[in-house]
């Protein structure tokens, strides 16, 4: 008897373990998707500019763990009354994280890449005009107070409108449902799409922003391939990771990588095709412009990212069909408005963001929310698509958090960005914008006046 039990005993460590292990290489790949951002946005900056928003990318990691570590993970995770902020689980104290399998310490890493992520949007939105004090400022805020209640609303173990309270009483959810957004469409890339809109708007355009173009290197094309390319790699540990274990959930892993790719590939696809229709129309001639392509993968991500483990392939396909439509359309929307969006963060991130909650809603299969949330007996006939001919409530809740997101973001940006302008703190001078931030903050030798600088 004293076998089996200890057998049993040992079954249930190391499948905790073996969850725990998941938890960390799905972290190590988010946190390896700081790279692909720091390529991106290289390939579309000046080159006089090229350091300083490489030292942003660093600072977004670096900073963000103390602050994640010290009040974000706790107001995002810890145990909530209201639903809105968590009470517990600051400063990684022992007491609080040690489990004897490791997995508390890697849900706090895998949740501080989110985070970084989250602030990375930002940086490259505003990039080249923005100051540094605004910068540390803007990030403080958003990693350390903002993005933490969104994440605790969505996803916290109490949160208003999360899926994972554990309970069986469906009165207890919102909608008695709760918001389906897997891996954050809404919690990292709405909440950072919308932040870089309230930034880029107040920031006003760049001095090189005429007719909504700008130009960037000669080898921009290169960087911003190669962070694309990163970005995607490291997506399938965005998405798939968000399982938070491995063990009875390979199925769901698995099929939640494939419909990350399918979506991927159809937004590139539909964009390339798109945009070239659009530039024959109105410019006369028909190319298929890289950047296009690019953009379309990370709209076809993004808009995956809150469906990804309850659609099927077909439900990827058309998200990542609208995600390219609706990339398209928020892109040119924005350059007609005179706002001056540096890597396309808010059509990729917030508009495409908000776009694939709502597509989770609508194209959710009951065999797959059974298999990934079950919150309670028969909840995936609650709790499913209108299309598929169930009731409203699980559209109703995804719409209600788009909106909430939008609403929280925009409003406490706004008081953050708008402050900083108030003060003359949130621009650079326009010597210091011209000459680059590279020689006049980072001790960069300035470019002779003979150069070729773009």
């Known amino acids: 008897m004293s076998t089996v039990a200890e057998l049993m005993a040992f079954d249930t460590h190391l499948t905790a373990e073996l969850n725990t292990l998941w938890l960390m290489i799905g972290a190590i790949l988010v946190f390896f998707m700081q790279t692909g951002f720091a390529m991106l946005e290289v390939g579309s900056v ?31 995770m810890g145990h909530s009354e209201d639903g809105y902020y968590g009470t517990t689980m600051f400063f990684l104290t022992k007491d609080a994280f040690s489990d004897g399998t490791g997995n508390n310490y890697a849900s706090w890493l895998f949740q501080w890449a989110f985070a970084a992520t989250t602030a990375t949007i930002v940086s490259g939105a505003v990039a080249e005009r923005c100051t540094l004090t605004a910068y540390l400022v803007y990030t403080t805020s958003l990693i350390g107070f903002i993005y933490p209640m969104v994440v605790q609303i969505a996803w916290g173990p109490n949160g208003y409108m999360s899926p994972w309270l554990g309970s069986t009483d469906q009165s207890d959810y919102f909608r008695g449902c709760g918001v389906i957004d897997f891996a954050g469409s809404g919690v990292v890339h709405l909440t950072g799409g919308t932040a870089a809109l309230v930034g880029a708007y107040l920031l006003g355009p760049r001095r090189s922003f005429v007719e909504g173009t700008t130009l960037t290197p000669e080898y921009g094309p290169i ?17 798939a990771g968000s399982t938070l274990a491995i063990v009875g959930y390979g199925q769901v892993a698995a099929k939640t990588m494939v419909t990350t790719t399918v979506s991927a590939a159809c937004g590139a696809l539909t964009t390339l095709a798109l945009g070239s229709s659009l530039d024959s129309v109105y410019e006369g001639k028909t190319v298929l412009k890289l950047e296009y392509a690019n953009n379309g993968v990370l709209a076809g991500l993004v808009s995956i990212t809150a469906g990804c483990a309850v659609v099927e392939p077909w439900g990827a396909a058309l998200t990542g069909i609208i995600g390219g439509f609706v990339y398209t359309g928020g892109s040119r929307l924005l350059k007609k408005c005179g706002v001056d969006d540096v890597v396309d963060a808010v059509p990729v991130h917030g508009f495409c963001g908000a776009w694939g909650v709502v597509a989770a809603a609508l194209f959710v299969t009951k065999s797959n929310y059974k298999a990934v949330y079950g919150i309670y007996e028969g909840a995936e006939d609650e709790c499913g698509s209108v299309l598929l001919g169930q009731p409203s409530a699980q559209l109703e809740a ?34 210091t914008e ?9 001790g960069a030798p300035m470019k002779s006046a003979n150069s070729q600088e773009y």
Not at 55 to 64: R, T
């Open 223 to 239: 960087f911003q391939t190669l962070g694309t390319l990163i970005l995607w790699f490291g997506w399938y540990g965005f998405n």
């Open 46 to 76: 000046h080159q006089k500019n090229t350091r300083n928003i490489l030292l942003k990318n660093v600072l977004d990691a670096a900073l963000g763990a103390i602050l994640w570590g010290t009040v974000g993970f706790g107001l995002a």
């Open 434 to 442: 011209d000459e680059g931030m590279d020689s006049s903050e980072h």
């Open 398 to 431: 995804n719409c209600a958090f788009v909106v909430l997101v939008i609403v929280w973001t925009g409003v406490l940006t706004s008081v953050v960005f708008g402050t900083l302008k108030f003060c003359d703190q949130l621009r650079v001078d326009t010597d």
